[in-house]
């Protein structure tokens, strides 16, 4: 995965934002590539596999770079089973005479509470190495300097407009514009649909780390 620093995005955003400071217009860059991130799902990659222990069920999430944090599981494996997502609700519904948070036997469910999180329902009987393996999408860290390239050569309009939709809409500075702000948040958000949308359509995710989404 090739990195470039959050400041290769300025010259598409300080230009347009009268007297930003440099350090606040980066701010505003790296937050909109989180959000891009957290709501189109384009970054993903399968995470390092994670060892089956007896009787627990509960698992953290890592993505493989530190920069990163994990969104959302796009599909996870016990061995060669499938897990099935479900809520807590249906769950229940499920073990409807039974407490399945205790429950042991072979994983078909998981259940999630946080996004760094994964519960096996059941627990697994034995303890197996590499047994877990989750696809995951993945997003930059708040605290973060860099991100990948792919953003910045693919999206670099999208992300610039997220930047100056924040930046437009933070009070009493020169560049204060709600009016504007508005008009970029909506560029914003149609690109967000549009990219995600194309996400979803099943586009190729084939590497077995970092996995873009090829538009043809």
């Given at each position: 995965m090739t990195a470039v620093s959050y400041e290769v995005f300025l010259p598409e955003v300080m230009p347009y934002v009268q007297d930003v400071p440099e350090v606040v217009a980066v701010q505003a860059i790296r937050n909109a590539c989180i959000e891009f991130c957290e709501e189109t799902h384009y970054l993903q990659e399968s995470l390092d596999p994670i060892t089956g222990i007896v009787n627990i069920g509960l698992y953290d999430l890592d993505a493989n770079d530190s920069n990163y944090k994990v969104v959302e599981i796009m599909q996870a494996y016990y061995g060669d089973q499938l897990l099935i997502p479900k809520s807590q609700e249906q769950l229940n519904q499920i073990y409807?005479?039974?407490?399945?948070?205790?429950?042991?036997?072979?994983?078909?469910?998981?259940?999630?509470?946080?996004?760094?999180?994964?519960?096996?329902?059941?627990?697994?009987?034995?303890?197996?190495?590499?047994?877990?393996?989750?696809?995951?999408?993945?997003?930059?860290?708040?605290a973060s300097t860099t991100v990948d390239d792919?953003?910045?050569?693919?999206?670099?309009?999208?992300?610039?407009?997220?930047?100056?939709?924040?930046?437009?809409?933070?009070?009493?500075?020169?560049?204060?514009?709600?009016?504007?702000?508005?008009?970029?948040?909506?560029?914003f958000y149609d690109a967000i649909g549009e990219v995600r949308t194309r996400v979803y359509k099943g586009l190729t995710?084939?590497?077995?780390?970092?996995?873009?989404?090829?538009?043809?």
């Open positions: 409807r005479t039974s407490n399945w948070e205790n429950l042991s036997g072979n994983p078909y469910y998981y259940f999630r509470t946080r996004a760094s999180e994964i519960r096996l329902v059941t627990k697994p009987t034995v303890t197996e190495a590499n047994k877990l393996n989750v696809k995951a999408a993945i997003a930059p860290k708040r792919e953003l910045f050569e693919r999206f670099l309009e999208y992300i610039s407009y997220g930047a100056r939709a924040r930046l437009y809409n933070t009070p009493n500075q020169p560049y204060y514009d709600p009016k504007t702000s508005m008009e970029y948040t909506k560029r995710r084939t590497s077995v780390n970092i996995e873009f989404q090829r538009f043809v």
